[in-house]
């Protein structure tokens, strides 16, 4: 009985021990759940952004960390007029006035995503539409410079960014396709406007090898471009395709001149004119 004692207090020991460990665990898994409890009660919307997370970006390949992060934490309700709000965390385009939209949340991390920020980066943005990408990109890099064409529409996206604390957020209104020169070079440029084809400004004032990524088409036939500069070239990969609103500004000046001149409009009739 004696060799049996070491053994039986080993046992007791043991299940003494596992006792404790669940005991601990389950405390952790309490005060988790009391934080998530609080973190949802002091923001009603964070489940509905961890929702939309899950469906709409991480079943549908949205991979890097960090971007998922950045998409639990901007409040896109924010960024949407009053009226529209409750549609805030579904996979949709929705309008904000100036006959401009907000992209869909997959759309934003798709590109987002694909443009690879780092936190030394400094993005330049074309199109600052309602702010909501470039609260994004402002989690994820250290500046982001952004330029929207509609007035309108920049004071009332800087005044969210403000309202919520972005301070590495540069706005002003004008044509995004001249660039912001001062602020060049960029590491990275994202454009969510479609151009027919890549502004020259744009890639100049790109660091060699940077990133751009830019959707390029007509108002229905769009493709989201990756654009990488090389030894000063552009390389230029097709990624897939999209709908978003067209430039406006000197890239649609460009784009009438362009199918003006073209020697196929010759040949096509004009307005009035009979076939």
Avoid at 144 to 152: A, R, S
Avoid at 214 to 235: A, E, S, T, W
Wanted: some cysteine.
């Amino acid at each position: 009985m004696k060799a049996l004692i070491p053994v039986a207090l080993t046992l007791s020991l043991s299940v003494t021990l596992s006792v404790a460990r669940v005991s601990v665990s389950r405390a952790q898994v309490s005060h988790e759940q009391k934080h998530n409890a609080t973190a949802a009660s002091d923001d009603p919307t964070a489940r509905l952004r961890n929702r939309m997370v899950q469906r709409h970006l991480i079943e549908r390949g949205i991979k890097n960390p960090r971007v998922l992060d950045a998409f639990r934490a901007v409040p896109r309700h924010r960024f949407l007029p009053p009226k529209t709000q409750r549609q805030a965390y579904d996979d949709e385009s929705i309008p904000i006035g100036e006959g401009q939209t907000i992209t869909p949340p997959y759309d934003v991390a798709f590109m987002t995503e694909v443009l690879d920020p780092k936190p030394t980066d400094r993005v330049y943005e074309v199109g600052t539409g309602s702010g909501y990408q470039s609260a994004i990109l402002s989690r994820l890099v250290k500046d982001v410079y952004t330029v929207e064409i509609h007035p309108p529409l920049s004071k009332r996206a800087v005044a969210v960014h403000k309202d919520l604390g972005y301070t590495n957020i540069h706005a002003r209104v004008g044509d995004g396709y001249e660039g912001w020169p001062d602020a060049a070079p960029f590491d990275a440029i994202i454009v969510t406007c479609a151009p027919q084809k890549i502004p020259q400004p744009l890639f100049d004032q790109l660091k060699e090898g940077g990133r751009m990524v830019i959707p390029l088409g007509d108002r229905f036939n769009q493709i989201v471009h990756l654009v990488v500069k090389r030894d000063g070239k552009p390389v230029d990969r097709e990624l897939k395709p999209t709908l978003f609103v067209p430039m406006t500004g000197r890239a649609l000046d460009e784009a009438s001149r362009d199918k003006r001149e073209s020697p196929d409009s010759k040949d096509k009739p004009t307005k009035g004119d009979r076939p």
